[in-house]
């Protein structure tokens, strides 16, 4: 969708579009994960110059390089201590030294990040040959730790840090540094390549690689480049940088998938039947198969939907529903009547079978048979927790038994989608319809929230026990690090990892990777097995609330404040804009936290008499974005619904959508003409209502409340 480019000129692209994040709330994709999928710490080391022979398949799984366990046996107190020394580094390194002195006698679980702060503040302080005795101790004491490459970085010995730590994003640094020097040194290029392929600043030496040394990249270093290429979305490189990798069924896969996303359709059907020919066996052999309908003539996508229902019967659901489009397309309705009957029968609680019922009755309902919409909205049941395509449906089925008059059964109905899908959309809208007061789209400006970050942290799913430390002490930054060092070159994360890769990212503002990975976990393509453990990884505290970070509160409720707006609200809407990162720019020059373009910013500036602002900024970004909010809500009565779709779509589109009024506002979402518009407005309340049902004590409350009473009605009606 292309933005208006007229006064007052609406703020930039939302997240949605940002082509160079991604997709993360829209089409959700399998077997896509961003982080570096490549090797173990040893094996990659040996890639650099030697090319791995052994079948992936058949080789086990790669270690962690964790610290050695310890245990953790220091009081409270004790690590009170450490904290408040750590706190004052920057501002009184003399009183951190102080405070240190004898303390890793006390808490030896931290002996070495004790000695790195003791170094640090020694620097901090002047005193440069205590620092660099220091140093030189942490080496001796603790050579093979993290603290070591940080030790090495402090003591200028590059070589020794990129060679002995690879994996510490130090080493980057020192890579980055030696190759102003020496652009062109394949070994240099090539480490880059293999441990910091997800990093932006590395794209350009992938190219740099690719060009000066197309011969001397082994198999294995291709993959991750492909990889590297794959997360900045340059998906024709990423192809033919697959199609040189290590062969083995994922990036056999992903060569497909990546003339997919180019628009490559008849190279992405020949990669995927290609690669689902020679693994077969292959868990990314039915999802291969799956992708070739997509981008193949419906005659031949109906063959390999048949297929994909003989030989991988746990995916005969979607490929069921796959097949009804596609005969829908063929214009064959017995076929579609058929494939409706088998997809039920065979597959009645599964989320693809939901989304065909949901479809048909939205037909009904369309056509004016709410009694017929309602029966079928009523019986869609998926086994896909958190499913929205189920939260919608029974969302509409309370509003159709509204306007039937069965009152009661529309209350049961709404209790039941807060109940069953908490952080869906349609709970916040079902809250609204059962009367609670967490804002509507014509008052929800003007409310406020008393949000609370959480205080209290537990324990990760992954990590070693110097990484759990660290994070528990809120010691975010090194508790990140030491998870790179540990993890860096490691194939393939597990869903414990994922999960504590996507926290510990989120905790240093590594927020767009941090919240995919957590969001991934509603879509890999994993066994029964996996997705039970998924389930219960989503329920340990971290996930939502690192899922929806409480990032920036202070500065969004002082400008919220000042502009009469909802802070929970603003929140929501940053984080859909840019993932609160604060120096973001998309492919249309949006800029910042709340994705401002250039010429509003300049617009606004003018209006508020301002001549010295940087968007890059978090607070005039901020100040910016919160401003251009109150005026879109000032150009539609303060209806937030249409404010919001005026932040994404402009004030121009959404006067042309409202000549004739709103009507149900609900029905007016439906029927936005701009998909992501659509999309944009129902994530961004999505968001409001998540920030509110994790920070608000008073919604949590009645969360709690009404939930224990709330019993489940799915099967009384």
């Known amino acids: 969708m292309n933005k208006v480019k007229h006064l007052p000129i609406l703020v930039g692209f939302s997240i949605l579009a940002i082509a160079s994040l991604g997709t993360f709330l829209t089409a959700r994709p399998a077997l896509e994960h961003p982080l570096p999928q490549s090797f173990s710490q040893e094996s990659a080391k040996k890639l650099l110059t030697a090319e791995a022979q052994a079948d992936p398949q058949n080789t086990p799984k790669n270690d962690l390089k964790i610290s ?31 405070d240190l002195i004898g303390l890793e006698t006390e808490y030896p679980a931290l002996a070495e990040y004790i000695w790195l702060k003791r170094a640090q503040a020694y620097t901090l302080a002047g005193d440069r040959p205590q620092a660099a005795n220091t140093y030189q101790q942490i080496l001796q004491q603790f050579p093979q730790s993290a603290v070591a490459a940080e030790a090495l970085f402090a003591l200028a010995q590059t070589q020794a840090l990129i060679q002995k730590f690879p994996s510490h994003p130090r080493a980057l640094t020192a890579i980055l540094n030696e190759l102003k020097r020496t652009p062109n040194r394949l070994d240099l290029l090539s480490t880059a390549a293999v441990y910091f392929h997800d990093r932006k600043e590395v794209l350009p030496l992938l190219d740099r690689l690719v060009a000066k040394y197309p011969r001397q990249i082994t198999a294995a270093q291709w993959w991750a480049i492909a990889e590297g290429y794959f997360d900045q979305r340059d998906f024709v490189k990423a192809a033919n940088a697959y199609s040189r990798a290590t062969p083995n069924s994922f990036t056999a896969y992903r060569v497909g998938r990546s003339w997919q996303r180019a628009g490559k ?90 989304t065909l019922t949901w479809r048909l009755a939205q037909q009904q309902a369309k056509s004016g048979n709410l009694h017929e919409a309602l029966r079928l909205a009523k019986s869609v049941v998926s086994d896909l927790p958190h499913s929205e395509i189920e939260a919608e449906a029974i969302y509409w089925a309370g509003k159709w038994s509204n306007r039937l008059g069965d009152r009661g059964t529309a209350t049961k109905l709404f209790q039941q989608v807060i109940k069953d899908n908490t952080a869906s959309y349609f709970a916040w809208r079902s809250a609204v319809q059962i009367g609670w007061q967490v804002g509507d789209f014509n008052n929800v400006r003007s409310l406020s929230f008393d949000l609370r970050a959480p205080n209290q942290r537990q324990t990760l799913p992954a990590g070693s026990d110097l990484v759990q430390e660290l994070y528990l002490l809120k010691q975010d930054r090194d508790a990140a690090t030491q998870w790179q060092f540990e993890t860096r070159g490691k194939l393939p994360l597990n869903v414990k990892e994922i999960f504590t890769d996507g926290v510990l990212r989120v905790g240093v503002n590594d927020n767009i990777i941090g919240i995919y990975q957590l969001d991934s976990l509603n879509w890999l393509d994993v066994s029964d097995l996996v997705k039970a453990e998924i389930k219960r990884l989503q329920t340990h505290p971290a996930y939502y609330q690192n899922l929806y970070p409480f990032a920036y509160g202070e500065a969004i409720a002082k400008w919220s404040n000042r502009m009469n707006l909802n802070p929970a609200l603003v929140t929501g809407l940053i984080r859909q804009e840019s993932r609160f990162e604060a120096e973001i720019l998309s492919v249309v020059g949006a800029t910042g936290l709340m994705q401002i373009m250039p010429e509003t910013g300049a617009w606004i500036a003018g209006k508020k008499r301002r001549s010295n602002y940087a968007l890059r900024n978090p607070e005039d970004n901020i100040e910016f974005g919160t401003f251009y909010l109150d005026y879109t809500h000032s150009r539609f009565n303060n209806n937030s619904m249409l404010a919001v779709a005026s932040y994404n779509a402009g004030p121009g589109a959404v006067s042309g959508w409202v000549t004739s009024g709103i009507g149900d506002p609900d029905e007016f979402i439906q029927k936005i003409p701009y998909s992501e518009t659509r999309g944009y407005v129902k994530h961004v309340f999505e968001n409001y209502w998540n920030y509110l049902r994790i920070y608000s004590p008073e919604i949590q409350a009645k969360l709690n409340q009404k939930l224990r009473r709330t019993l489940r009605v799915r099967h009384s009606f």
């Open 265 to 354: 359709r008849s190279q992405a059907l020949a990669a995927y039947l290609s690669m689902a020919r020679i693994y077969p066996a292959a868990a990314e052999a039915p999802r291969a198969l799956l992708r070739a309908i997509e981008v193949a003539e419906p005659t031949q996508g109906v063959g390999l939907a048949d297929r994909v229902v003989s030989a991988y019967p746990t995916m005969a659901a979607e490929a069921l529903l796959s097949k009804y489009d596609l005969a829908l397309k063929l214009n064959s309705k017995n076929l579609a009547a058929l494939v409706r009957r088998t997809l039920t029968t065979q597959s009645p609680t599964s989320e693809f079978t939901a």
């Open 68 to 98: 050695q366990s310890r245990p953790v046996q220091a009081s409270s107190k004790v690590k009170e201590r450490y904290q408040s020394a750590v706190a004052q580094l920057s501002t009184n390194p003399r009183q951190t030294i102080d």
